[in-house]
């Protein structure tokens, strides 16, 4: 069996020197210690930082996390591939198929208002006729 003894280090207790006196420390606000931070710019990144983080959680949540983003991502990158190939063929259907159709309709609209038109113009000549034919004996 181990036994521990503990031995004390001279370091620990001796007096340490320093300013003894309240007075002396400088608790301003404009210190060199604050000058320090402010200029201090550190090397690393936000990523860098966010990395350093990945210690902190236990690797069965890590794992089942990164599980999750993965099917997450694979879910959402295969409808939004399915989801342009279906808008590719909707509308190149539509400029094939549809296009052409509308422009046939408008066609056909264009010629059902001239020939409604045209009927207009014959029904009016024809009662114009009339009415010039019934007016020429009473002359």
Known sequence: ????????????TTQQNGPQVEDEWDTSDE????????????DETFGDRLAALKDIVPPTYRKALS???S????????????????????????????????LAFAEEQQMAEMEREMKMQQSANELLTQQQSQAKPAL
């Open 1 to 12: 069996m181990v036994k521990l003894e503990e031995v004390l280090d001279e370091e620990f």
């Open 31 to 42: 210190s060199e210690a604050s000058e320090d931070e402010e200029e201090y710019m550190p």
């Open 67 to 69: 599980n999750t983003v």
């Open 71 to 102: 099917t997450t991502s694979s879910w959402v990158q295969t409808t939004l591939n399915y989801g342009g190939k279906t808008l590719w063929v909707v509308s190149t259907s539509v400029l094939l198929l549809g296009v052409p159709w509308a």
